[in-house]
């Protein structure tokens, strides 16, 4: 059995729990939070919720720690530190920062003899390990990122911030008729609008507001003014009651040729009722894969990229060849 | 530079040549064929064609050598001598023997220090990929799989073994009902039947012959039986002008569930003008592989389960970070 710890509780947390319980092999050890244990209620039966200034006590309960804090403050910090005293996975997300973040969790990792992966899910994850690998196949060829349709966090929040938004929540939808000129091989240059549109559902504390509210969401440098943004009012009951789901998904394409005028098409989707737990269900599949890794001193930061199927598989190799190969 | 010999001229030759001038990591040095090398035109400038009783001779100016056999009887003998001298690539495909395939392999190649890479190319191979890296994120689901539309070689091979056919084209072609089902994330279970069609085009030699052609072909076992099969008669001319591509193409899915009715679907599907090309394309991305193991002295029989992103990518492990991940 592959003992897993849990640092950090919230929706990524919830959706590793139930990941381990689809997982024969894997069992949720501990969960460790920065509030109060008492009031933190998860869903596994018999598993104890520590503090988490107190983690190094359970050093040697633990195989693999997986870190399900925000990108934006707490993982920069948490996984340097924690790959000093146990083996990691985060799913790490500011694509820009990914280079820093890995030398920093690299560093501590080999000086410690631990194994941390960073920047694990489905993107930075598994889109990008099509990406690597569609590239690798089609080097004369253009590759293309779609998301959604799904709810960005980053943008819902975004919406809040403004005033006299009582609570927001922002679905990206990739275009058709862009997915369609990407299918057809023709290896369009597609701008930003063209990729996307956004639709935001917005309740509002005040009706007379909505129009400055609409205007300022419509114009708001990098989150929106770049994109057709449709606003739409409704009321906190209809929010809470039709988007309340945490859904998402997209699309990765390789378009390429071979030689004049033969061309071919490599896509790879996701269609996820819940980001947080297919997220999850990635995290701990690579668990497995990071528990092996460090089985063989394989230590330092490791990526999507280092990890062949094998690594990652629940199946025995025999398994593997006669039934999945 | 990678140094690629391939042995065997077919169309999956061309197609490995066609790869190889698109990665600047690569130069084809030599091929190797069992007919009189002078009757052999390649599409490379200034590379020999030489005997294929003659290729012990250049053991030390192949780094790689790609077997472009076929499965039925060439594979199962050539990959195992070959390796004893070369680290190999191959595209063994079928299904059921690969395991003993494997064995043979593994054995020669581990006695001798080489690389022997099998069943590579897209299913076997990316497909296969796929499956093994799905199933490990999501263990409670159902895996499918469609292939087309695209021309079956041995589907067109059994049509010309008929009496009175003098030539055909057999195109497989997935149910899109079915494709719509599996995207549902329904997890249906479907008949053979129920997944794909099949479309023959078929030259005879006598009109009044067609009747008895078709049925044959209709009601042959394994073949067509269990499927829905449409048969068009057509004239040769027709057949050279509007068949003589060899398109290819298909479908992977894992429709799986994370918790109680919350679910997911991965697709991956590829849509390619030319099989031999694009399966030439994946053999050169995994020969970059093999040559690195080989480096590594990591020796033996291995499958596309063994190869990490990392190790086909042609970019850096910085880039890959900077720009992929």
Redesign the interface.
Known sequence: MIRIGIYGYGNLAR?VE??IK??DDMELKAVFTRRDPSTVKINTAGVNVYNAKDILNYKNDIDVLVICGGSMSDLPEMTPELVKNFNVVDSFDT?AR??EH?KNVDKNAKETNHVGLI?CGWD?G?F??????M??????GDSYTFWGKGVSQGHSDAIRRIKGVVDARQYTIPVDSALEAV?S?SRPTLTTRQKHTRECFVVSSDPKENARIEKEIKEMPNYFSDYDTTVHFISLEELKKNHNGIPHGGFVFRSGN??D??????????????NP??T???LI?YA?GVARFASAKNYGCK?????????????S??E???H??
């Open positions: 959706g139930s990941a689809k997982n694509h990914i280079p890995f920047s930075p598994m990008s390990l099509n990406r690597a690998i590239e690798a196949i089609l080097p004369d299918r091989g071979t030689s005028g033969v061309k071919h098409v490599i896509e790879y989707s996701l269609k996820l009722d819940s737990e297919f999850g269900s990635v599949a497995r990526t999507v990229f280092d990890f062949s199927p094998k690594d990652i598989s629940n199946l190799y025999e593997l060849l006669a999945t190969l």
